[in-house]
């Protein structure tokens, strides 16, 4: 099994740009999110998703858009990058709370390191 | 507001050594609290998964506890090696209809010298 996988795993942007941060799971996982992790800071929940045609805001979902049309693939697009988010950016996902009373099973991808200038 | 904090934020200790390092929330209602662990340049890797009914949870050298009542939680590392040096992340769930959001601590950089 591949897990999560991201891709590119590193890109910069000019401002203004839009692009796509592609996400995919091969585990049948139920949920998908996507976290940046900037540093001295915790992750930070940009959106998640709890199944296919669901999702919903995390922490810092402005300049975030995202779609759940499968279970296997979560893309996180930017529409209009900013300086602001250049970031590292980590998709996970597990499976459903409804065995166990909580989510597990979390897997996390590799990163993309984004830089928009 | 749901908040995770760590302490310390780095800590270094020699091979061979145990150390502990502690966890604070305000995460309410809470769910359940995980530690993980994270290499540079890579995404963190799940050690230990606690609901609010374990105060108790072990995977090899790692045993986290938690204390629900006081909101807090520790992860003591025995007789530390080299690879463990990284940076460990208490992570936080509220129960309910969030509890797909996860609350993140800023880590805790851990160094272990030879």
């Known amino acids: 099994n591949a897990g999560v996988t991201q891709t590119p795993k590193f890109q910069v942007l000019k401002t203004g740009q839009s692009m796509t941060l592609q996400c995919a799971q091969d585990?049948?996982?139920?949920?998908m999110s996507w976290y940046r992790q900037d540093p001295g800071m915790g992750l930070r929940l940009i959106h998640y998703s709890v199944g296919a045609g669901i999702t919903d805001q995390g922490e810092v979902p402005n300049g975030y858009n995202v779609s759940r049309s499968t279970t296997e693939d979560f893309p996180l697009r930017l529409l209009s990058a900013a300086p602001s988010q250049t970031s590292v950016y980590f998709c996970?996902?597990?499976?459903?709370?409804?065995?166990?009373?909580?989510?597990?099973?979390?897997?996390f991808g590799s990163g993309t390191r984004l830089t928009v200038v | 507001k749901n908040q995770v904090e760590q302490s310390p934020q780095s800590l270094i200790i020699l091979e061979g050594k145990n150390c502990t390092l502690q966890c604070n929330y305000t995460v309410s209602p809470f769910s359940n609290l995980r530690w993980y662990k994270q290499d540079t340049g890579r995404g963190p890797v799940s050690l230990t998964i606690m609901t609010f009914s374990e105060n108790t949870k072990s995977n090899g050298r790692y045993t986290a506890t938690l204390d629900a009542d006081t909101k807090q939680s520790s992860l003591h590392i025995t007789a530390s090696q080299l690879s463990d040096s990284a940076s460990y992340i208490c992570?936080?769930?509220?129960?309910?209809?969030?509890?797909?959001?996860?609350?993140f601590g800023r880590g805790t950089q851990l160094t272990v010298w030879p």
């Open positions: 992570v936080v769930s509220p129960r309910g209809s969030t509890l797909g959001r996860l609350y």
């Open positions: 996970a996902s597990s499976y459903s709370w409804q065995d166990r009373g909580y989510y597990y099973g979390y897997t």
């Open positions: 585990m049948n996982h139920e949920y």
